[in-house]
């Protein structure tokens, strides 16, 4: 059984430009959700898909915006950088489950820089 | 939102227990007590859970006051691959309804284990 998988590790972007973001879930989730952490913070709740549609999002600007394909695979895709978005993304997958929650499993996310 | 309250720091010796608190005043009756760790370097980890009555699996215990407004993660032996940043986090229904849960990180405690 495979974990969650991110890629890239780190990269680095300049501001205005766009960058995507790749996760492979846990080999059976259907349930993907992005965090972004920046130094220091916990992280913040960007947005979770559920078969291939948005069903939850955090405090965060329409650049920011997903995908799920069949496969569960996800990305998230952020345009026009900004100096603020250098954070670590995170991806987490789980399976969909009943009132408490089941255990989410995280990546070792990518490190996003930004100048 | 429901919020949580720990400390922003705790010591321990290794091989001796850790008792990590966390104060969440206002949960409501349907939150449920979610616990995870983040290693340096590390996406979190998830380590224990549970609703009304204490909890205990291979890595931790959970111990809920009898008025919820408490808990207290409990480490039997600590040891140095403990060391990391604890977050004690409300699990809250999303919008959505079942299967749309977010994960609501506060700064977390960073245990140190000292040999």
Redesign the interface.
Known sequence: ETGVTQSPTHLIKTRGQQVTLRCSSQSGHNTVSWYQQALGQGPQFIFQYYREEENGRGNFPPRFSGLQFPNYSSELNVNALELDDSALYLCASSLRSGASGGELFFGEGSRLTVL | DAKTTQPNSMESNEEEPVHLPCNHSTISG?D?I?W?RQLP??????VI?G?TSNVNNRMASLAIAEDRKSSTLILHRATLRDAA?Y?CIL?E????G???????????TKLSVIP
């Open positions: 349907t449920y979610h995870y370097s590390q996406g979190p980890e998830y859970h609703l940043v977050y699990r229904r999303g919008y959505s079942a299967g749309s849960y977010q994960l609501t990180f506060g700064k977390g």
